[in-house]
């Protein structure tokens, strides 16, 4: 069974910068795209980037493209996602997840790390 866990979540001014890390256990992440996500208080989840399984191809929502960078080390079973330049409207609840393909279904999912944007 997949499980995600993820992390490097915090408190961070406007401007500042943040690392989220997602790491796998149980199966590897090799075949299976990868995604991040976000959800805010009162507001539907927002698919905020993706890269397919040999990370060739990367996606970005355009409320953070230029701004957030997906990797991903299949060898250590982990997808990342940079954050820079970060806006108080990037604040939510961030989760990693497994999908088929980009813009698929997601076959797993972690918790959640909170990211939050404030002075």
């Known amino acids: 069974q997949l499980q995600l866990v993820e992390s490097g979540g915090g408190l961070v001014q406007p401007g500042g910068s943040l690392r989220l890390s997602c790491v796998a256990s149980?199966?590897?992440?090799?075949?299976?795209?990868l995604g991040w996500f976000r959800q805010a208080p009162g507001k539907e989840r927002e698919g905020v980037s993706c890269?397919?399984?040999?990370?060739?191809?990367?996606k970005y929502a355009d409320s953070v493209k230029g701004r957030f960078t997906i990797s991903r080390d299949n060898a250590k079973n982990a997808v990342y996602l940079q954050m820079d330049s970060l806006k108080p409207e990037d604040t939510a609840l961030y989760y990693c997840?497994?999908?088929?393909?980009?813009?698929?279904?997601?076959?797993?999912r972690g918790q959640g790390t909170q990211v939050t944007v404030s002075s």
């Open positions: 890269i397919s399984s040999n990370g060739g191809s990367t």
């Open positions: 149980g199966l590897t992440l090799d075949y299976y795209a």
């Open positions: 997840a497994a999908l088929y393909y980009c813009s698929g279904p997601i076959s797993a």
